[in-house]
């Protein structure tokens, strides 16, 4: 079965620019998240999707960070504009539904903003 | 304070000794628990789920304590492989998917030969 891909696995960019990163989740997974993940943090959720609609953004940096899942399958998290403080690995997980058991994460993309 | 708290490490330990890491969370109404491996520049993987009777998975051994919050893993006879962040991982939700999880900051576990 192939896992969550991701891409690009790593990007650098100035800050002010824009970036945006790409999710393709495990086949027929209906739930997928973005987390970001900061040198030696562990993950924190930006944004949760069921299908293509949004469950969960409370923590998605909304002046700055956009997400979307327009037909359910695919997903892109954009940040616009880049800040220092944005360089971290962006995983993507996704899992079979709302109520199912494992969250399956991505490699994650490596952003490093200059 | 943080949802889920953990120490740090690192923690260097010698083959084939035992180890174990504890992580305290904040949240009385969290419902599920976890451990999750990360190695090196690698993505999370779930290592185990932790239930209040205890669980158990080969070399590895999940406690939970609900009245004092706190969650435990226990690693026997440690193995190179073994080498990794070890995260502890609280949901809200009676399932991984229910609510959020919030990771703690993870634990670092070198096992020297």
């Known amino acids: 079965e192939a896992g969550v891909a991701q891409s690009p696995r790593y990007k650098i960019i100035e800050k002010r620019q824009s970036v945006a990163f790409w999710c393709n989740p495990i086949?027929?997974?209906?739930?997928l998240y973005w987390y970001q993940q900061i040198l030696g943090q562990g993950p924190k959720l930006l944004i949760q999707?069921?299908?293509?609609?949004?469950?969960?953004d409370s923590q998605l940096p909304k002046d700055r960070f956009s997400a979307e899942r327009l037909k359910g399958v695919d997903s892109t998290l954009k940040i616009q504009p880049a800040k220092l403080e944005d360089s971290a690995v962006y995983l993507c997980?996704?899992?079979?539904?709302?109520?199912?058991?494992?969250?399956?994460f991505g490699p994650g993309t490596r952003l490093t903003v200059t | 304070r943080k949802e889920v708290e953990q120490d740090p490490g690192p923690f260097n330990v010698p083959e084939g000794a035992t180890v174990a890491f504890n992580c305290t969370y904040s949240?009385?109404?969290?419902?599920?628990f976890f451990w999750y491996r990360q190695d090196c520049r690698k993505e999370p993987k779930l290592l185990m789920s932790?239930?209040?009777s205890g669980n158990e998975d080969g070399r590895f051994t999940a406690q939970l304590n609900r009245a004092s919050q706190y969650i435990s893993l226990l690693i026997r006879d440690s193995k190179l492989s073994d080498s990794a962040t070890y995260l502890c991982?609280?949901?809200?939700?009676?399932?991984?998917?229910?609510?959020?999880?919030?990771f703690g900051t993870g634990t670092r576990l070198t096992v020297i030969p």
């Open positions: 997980a996704s899992k079979l539904g709302f109520r199912s058991y494992e969250q399956y």
């Open positions: 086949s027929g997974h209906a739930t």
């Open positions: 999707f069921q299908n293509n609609g949004v469950v969960d």
């Open positions: 949240n009385s109404a969290s419902q599920s």
């Open positions: 932790v239930y209040s």
């Open positions: 991982v609280v949901s809200r939700g009676r399932q991984t998917g229910a609510n959020n999880l919030f």
